[in-house]
């Protein structure tokens, strides 16, 4: 990749310490995607804000980032791992918050918006169709380029913060126009019903596919729908992108197929609390779950894991009243996934619609997962 | 044996390769067909594989070259790199198929020699063998 004489100065550090880490990892992912150079991008999204995503050695990196590092675009930056406005009633350790914050400083420092979201695309207004950004969050990332309309590559936690100090990305892969091309198709065969079977096709899609993939026979893909696919495409592999039709190579994914996804992810028949939020719900999924729950009572814990945005939105609309009347628990600034407030000393199994979080709750909090849909969640866990 | 793959010579195999993150790192081979979630299937604290899923469970990345196609899933996964290197459980050096961000830049502040685009298979690579990786110049010894 070349780099300008400025872009080489910034790399020997001419331009302080934290331009100069930025610019070594933009050097690498762009030797690594084989770009030819750098070019300008309007928005980061900034991946790796969760304690329990990246440890002690993340937060002392960030530390010694923020010395000098300045965001040079538009930043928003991922979930933390608390709700910061009800952290005195969550059981969380000292230590675990005093790290929490001290990234959260760090972050604060060079100069981000404290969004603490996953789901940028539905809390942000969004640029003009076409405009390259660079979304780490994987699910933010597929969404962006499949529905949004925007380009970035499946961006890590640390390029995406790259992008934001020095406000470019190599030129490779999801942002060329001719890479975005599926490279290959997945027939879907039989009727997906909810949010759980778009995410087993999601999941599926990423075991299989890489770059780009394009789904047959699922058009007018709901919002709601659009999330959950996302995210598990998102989870299981490298794809960044999907798109509507017909390409090259073409597999199916039927009734088997999924089957075979559900048996990986769903680890338990029941389970001791409900969670509703990997992607964090935006104000449409506030509404329709209070909807969904008016005149119920959850039988169990539900945690609903918002957007604060989106929960101060639907706080005005007097969506959140009702969802709470029913026992639902709303938190914000925080999600599922590698969520400290799951503990398996406390909780055995955790009943959720996400496949994303599933595959989160099995593999890294360790509890047993019963996945359901939202519908058979408040028809079977309310009264 | 000899003259098994190409590139052969002197009983050693030579396969040229792609320099990502330039440096030098020596060690018994790790390698797997299977990609990898670094912030999922790694214990940082040890570097040993954790996921019962995969086919190097209970296998240990630290002090290895590790041969792998691609890493997967979470974005986080470029810090769990730093953290194995942080805490001396790393890899002495990467070689992927083709190299991903996640593992790219994770490489890169952690400085671990990382290549990819070999020219010959490099999954024909023994476990347990001992591999050189030049990533200055773009050659896995083995």
């Not at chain 1, 030819?36 to 995503?53: F, Q, R």
């Not at chain 1, 918050?97 to 918006?113: D, F, L, P």
């Not at chain 2, 290895?64 to 769990?80: D, E, H, M, R, T």
Request: aromatic letters at 6%; glycine letters at 8%.
């Amino acid at each position: 990749m070349q780099l300008t004489s400025d872009e080489e100065k910034a790399l020997k550090g001419e331009r302080g310490d934290a331009l100069a880490t930025a610019y070594r990892i933009l050097l690498a992912i762009g030797e690594a995607t084989e770009a030819k150079k750098l070019v300008p991008i309007k928005w980061a999204h900034v991946s790796g804000v969760n304690y329990n995503t990246i440890g002690d050695s993340g937060v002392e990196f960030l530390e010694k980032l923020s010395k000098d590092g300045k965001v040079a675009v538009k930043t928003t930056i991922n979930p933390m791992g608390f709700d910061p406005i009800k952290v005195s009633s969550l059981k969380l350790n000292k230590e675990f918050i005093a790290k929490q914050n001290r990234i959260v400083s760090a972050y604060e420092r060079m100069g981000v918006t404290r969004s603490f979201t996953c789901i940028p695309y539905e809390v942000f207004d969004l640029p003009s169709k076409g405009t390259d950004v660079s979304f780490a969050e994987s699910n933010a990332a597929v969404y962006a380029n499949s529905v949004a309309g925007l380009r970035t590559n499946k961006e890590s936690g640390l390029s995406a913060l790259a992008s934001s100090l020095t406000g470019k990305a190599p030129y490779s892969e999801l942002r060329v126009e001719e890479l975005r091309k599926p490279n290959m198709g997945i027939k879907v065969n039989y009727e997906l019903d909810n949010e759980v079977d778009y995410g087993l096709l999601g999941y599926f899609a990423g075991k299989v596919s890489k770059n780009s993939v394009a789904f047959s026979d699922i058009e007018n893909l709901s919002k709601r729908n659009a999330k959950s696919l996302s995210a598990a495409l998102g989870t299981s592999g490298s794809c960044g992108m999907f798109t509507h039709g017909k390409a090259g190579e073409t597999i199916e994914f039927g009734k088997e197929e999924a089957r075979k996804i559900r048996d990986e992810l769903h680890t338990s028949e029941k389970g001791d609390i409900i969670t509703l939020g990997s992607p964090q719900l935006g104000v449409d999924d506030l509404s329709l779950l209070a909807d969904m729950v008016q005149g119920k009572k959850f039988r169990k814990r539900c945690m609903i894991f918002c957007a604060r945005a989106a929960y101060e939105s639907a706080k005005k609309l007097g969506y959140t009243e009702k969802i709470e009347k029913a026992g639902g628990e709303m938190l914000c600034d925080c999600c599922t996934c590698l969520t400290p407030l799951i503990d398996r000393n406390e909780v055995d199994d955790v009943i959720t619609n996400s496949i994303k979080g599933a595959y989160y709750l099995n593999n890294s909090n360790k509890v047993g997962v019963c996945l359901k849909s939202l519908k058979d969640i408040v028809r079977e866990e309310c009264e | 044996m000899l003259e098994e793959f190409e590139g052969h010579s002197e009983g050693r195999m030579r396969i040229k390769c792609r320099a990502i993150v330039k440096g030098n790192g020596e060690g018994e081979a790790l390698v797997t067909k299977q990609p990898i979630n670094f912030l999922t299937m790694i214990d940082l604290k040890s570097g040993i594989v954790k996921d019962d899923k995969h086919e190097l469970y209970k296998k240990n990345i630290a002090n290895k070259v590790l041969v792998f196609p691609n890493a997967i899933g979470s974005s986080v996964g470029a810090y769990s790199i730093y953290a194995l290197k942080t805490g001396h459980v790393a890899p002495e050096a990467i070689v992927c198929s083709k190299a991903d961000i996640t593992t790219a830049s994770g490489c890169a502040i952690a400085n671990i020699p990382l290549v990819d685009n070999p020219e010959s298979d490099v999954f024909a690579i023994k476990s347990g063998s001992t591999v050189k990786v030049d990533a200055a110049n773009g050659v896995i010894q083995s």
